[in-house]
């Protein structure tokens, strides 16, 4: 490993910016690291931080126009649940050209059409995941096979969208 990944072997971190920049910062400061900040999530809970109005906006949205002032969105990532889809719209507004880490698509609850519909870019924008609806594909000795039909089908969902979004 090279003295520029500070011996990281993986390619992004994923931090909670709640104790500001100097928490968020010195992972910068690695060059082809992506930073992923956590911005609004699918919990049910996030509604006791994340959207908790700050007088200029939701929290989230000042956790993302903060962080913007940190680094480029070739270096930042922000995590935005899949549940939250209607607030993609305003997400990109802060962040236009930033990739969205997008978790709880499937069993979660979250629509790969919905957050598609206003979450993807030119570039598409968007790395989308879904764990559990693969991971619980099934219990039984056809887990292998399930898992792996659950994953085509969601592959085959996200192509159907690039697709549609001129970008494949």
Do not use: H
């Not at 900040?37 to 509604?47: E, F, M, P, Q």
């Not at 997008?102 to 570039?123: F, H, M, N, R």
Request: with cysteine; hydrophobic share 40%; proline share 2%.
């Amino acid at each position: 490993m090279t003295e520029q990944s500070g011996g990281m072997s993986f390619d992004a971190i994923t931090i909670t910016p709640y104790m500001g920049n100097d928490s968020v910062t010195p992972y910068l400061a690695y060059e082809g690291k992506w930073v992923i900040i956590l911005a609004l999530t699918s919990s049910v809970g996030s509604k006791d931080f994340q959207y908790l109005q700050t007088g200029d906006g939701y929290l989230y949205e000042n956790v993302i126009k903060k962080a913007n002032t940190w680094a480029g969105a070739d270096r930042i990532m922000y995590v935005v649940g899949a549940t939250k889809s209607t607030e993609f719209t305003n997400i990109r507004a802060y962040a236009p050209d930033n990739f969205l880490l997008v978790p709880g698509v499937g069993a979660q609850g979250g629509s790969l059409e919905e957050v598609c519909k206003y979450g993807i870019t030119k570039d598409c924008g968007l790395i989308v995941n879904s764990s559990r609806s693969i991971l619980y594909a099934s219990n039984g000795e056809d887990f292998a096979d399930a898992a792996r039909a659950e994953a085509l089908s969601l592959q085959q969902q996200m192509q159907a969208e690039l697709e549609k979004a001129g970008i494949l």
